[in-house]
């Protein structure tokens, strides 16, 4: 049974920049498709990120494009997202998420982490 674990989050200030870590225990990074996900107060839960099985193909919310990265490292089992330029309504619980290989990137996950808060003050 994979697990996933983020870490990074935290009170940043409106411009500034956070890298979330998410580490895959269990099976290897290689097994999954991945993303990122975030859930906002009296928000529902909405796709930020996701990145294929081998970190070839990428896709994100327009609402992150150009400010936001995921990327992997195969060697720490470990999924990231490099957020920059943070505007206030990114603050949220962010998710890391991971599904097979087949199929798309930005719905039907199936393993989910406990989830790391980002605030951003204005």
């Known amino acids: 049974q994979v697990q996933l674990a983020e870490s990074g989050g935290g009170l940043v200030q409106a411009g500034d920049s956070l890298r979330l870590s998410c580490t895959v225990s269990?099976?290897?990074?290689?097994?999954?498709?991945m993303g990122w996900f975030r859930q906002a107060p009296g928000n529902e839960r909405e796709f930020v990120a996701a990145?294929?099985?081998?970190?070839?193909?990428?896709s994100y919310a327009d609402s992150v494009k150009g400010r936001f990265t995921i990327f992997r490292d195969t060697a720490k089992n470990t999924l990231y997202l490099q957020m920059k330029s943070l505007k206030f309504e990114d603050t949220a619980v962010y998710y890391c998420?991971?599904?097979?290989?087949?199929?798309?990137?930005?719905?039907?996950?199936?393993?989910w982490g406990q989830g790391t808060q980002v605030t951003v003050s204005s």
């Open positions: 269990g099976r290897t990074i290689t097994t999954y498709n």
């Open positions: 998420a991971a599904r097979g290989r087949s199929g798309g990137l930005v719905d039907a996950y199936n393993y």
């Open positions: 990145s294929d099985w081998r970190g070839l193909s990428t």
